[in-house]
C-alpha cells in the first residue's frame, strides 16, 4: 500500500467512527500506519517551507493515532522483567483486564508508533508518546516526556524534567516542535504548539505556551502566538525565566509580577561553551 492509500484508507475508517471497531481491514491500516511511524517513513508533521510556521500538521496520522486508541482493547502487558524489593506487606497491585483500570507500561518507556532515531539516549524514567519523533543523537533525560505528536530534532538535549507537551486532538493542530540541536534546560516546560527554532537555548525552568508572551530584549519585540500561528522560538535564541511587573489595577496596587520568559542573547561563544559544559557532564 502507498502512503497515499494509506492517508485514504485511514480517513474512511476515522470517519466511520466507532463502526471501524471489530474491522479487520481497520486494525491492518492502523498496524501498518503505526510500522510506517515507527521507522519514521510518516510524521504528525513535517518541515514545510511553505507554511509560515515552517511546519505543516499531517492531520491524516493523528486521526490513524486516535483511531488505534478507538480499536484497542485493555489486554494485560508481560513484565519486563525487572526486580522489586519492598516490605512484604505492601506489594504491588496487580489489576487484570476485566477491572477496567488503564496502567500503562512505566518507569521509562516508548510507546508504540513513536519513532526514535538511532543514537537517541533515554535515561531513566522517561516517556516518549504515540505519534512522536526523536531525531538523532538526541538525549531524553530523566524525567523527560516526549508527548503525543511531538517533533524533536537531531542533536537535542531534553534536561531532566523537562515536559514537552502532546497535541493529538483536534487534529489539525500543531504539535510542540523542538528543532535541531535546542537545548531544553532542566524542568522547562513547553506546550500548545509551541515551534522553537534550530540552535535556540531554553534555561532551566522556562515555560513557554499559547498565551505566553516572550519578550525579546536583543530586538526590543514581544513574541505572541495568533489565532494563525503558534508562538515561535527564533533561531539561537537564549530564553531565561524572568518576570514583569503588572501595571494595571489591583496587581499593581499589590505590586504582584507575572512570569515572563526573556530573551536575553542570542547564542555566542559564551552559550556553546555553557551547553558543551552541560555535555560534558553527562
Ligand atoms: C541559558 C544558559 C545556557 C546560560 O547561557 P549563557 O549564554 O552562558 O548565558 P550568560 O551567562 O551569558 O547570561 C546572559 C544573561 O542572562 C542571565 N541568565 C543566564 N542564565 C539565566 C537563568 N537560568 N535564569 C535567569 N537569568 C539567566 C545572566 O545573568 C545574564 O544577564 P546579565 O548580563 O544581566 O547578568 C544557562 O543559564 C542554563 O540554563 N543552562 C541549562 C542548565 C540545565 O538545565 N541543565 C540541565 C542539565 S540536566
Redesign the pocket.
Known amino acids: 500500500m502507498t502512503i497515499s492509500q494509506l492517508q485514504e484508507t485511514i480517513e474512511n475508517f476515522f470517519a466511520a467512527g466507532p463502526d471501524a471497531i471489530g474491522d479487520n481491514f481497520a486494525m491492518a491500516a492502523f498496524l501498518a500506519l503505526r510500522a510506517a511511524l515507527e521507522v519514521g517513513d510518516v510524521r504528525a508533521a513535517s518541515p514545510d517551507a511553505a507554511s509560515p510556521s515552517g511546519w505543516r500538521v499531517n492531520a491524516w496520522v493523528k486521526q490513524g493515532i486516535l483511531l488505534g486508541f478507538r480499536l484497542g482493547v485493555l489486554e494485560e502487558f508481560p513484565s519486563a522483567g525487572f526486580s522489586f524489593v519492598d516490605k512484604s506487606t505492601f506489594p504491588v497491585r496487580h489489576f487484570s483486564s476485566g477491572e477496567g483500570v488503564r496502567v500503562v507500561p512505566g518507569g521509562s518507556s516508548v510507546r508504540s508508533a513513536a519513532f526514535v532515531a538511532r543514537g537517541v539516549v533515554c535515561m531513566p524514567p522517561m516517556y516518549i508518546n504515540a505519534g512522536a519523533y526523536v531525531d538523532e543523537g538526541t538525549m531524553v533525560?530523566s524525567h523527560a516526556l516526549v508527548g503525543s505528536c511531538a517533533q524533536i530534532g537531531k542533536r537535542v538535549?531534553l534536561?531532566?524534567a523537562a515536559q514537552i507537551g502532546g497535541v493529538l486532538e483536534p487534529v489539525n493542530a500543531s504539535p510542540v516542535v523542538i528543532e535541531d540541536d535546542v537545548?531544553v534546560?532542566?524542568?522547562?516546560g513547553v506546550y500548545e504548539g509551541t515551534v522553537v527554532r534550530k540552535g535556540a537555548?531554553?534555561?532551566?525552568?522556562a515555560i513557554l505556551t499559547r498565551g505566553t508572551p516572550v519578550f525579546d530584549l536583543v530586538n526590543g519585540a514581544i513574541l505572541r502566538a495568533t489565532a494563525e500561528m503558534p508562538l515561535i522560538i527564533p533561531e539561537n535564541a537564549?530564553v531565561?525565566?524572568?518576570s514583569r511587573a503588572v501595571s494595571k489595577n489591583k496587581g499593581q496596587e499589590w505590586g504582584l509580577s507575572l512570569y515572563a520568559p526573556v530573551i536575553?542573547?542570542y547564542?555566542?561563544e559564551?552559550?556553546d561553551?555553557?551547553?558543551t559544559l552541560?555535555e560534558l557532564?553527562r
Open positions: 533525560d538535549h534536561s531532566a537545548l534546560g532542566g524542568n522547562c537555548v531554553l534555561a532551566a525552568g537564549v531565561v525565566p524572568g536575553v542573547k547564542r555566542d559564551k552559550t561553551l555553557s551547553t552541560e557532564l
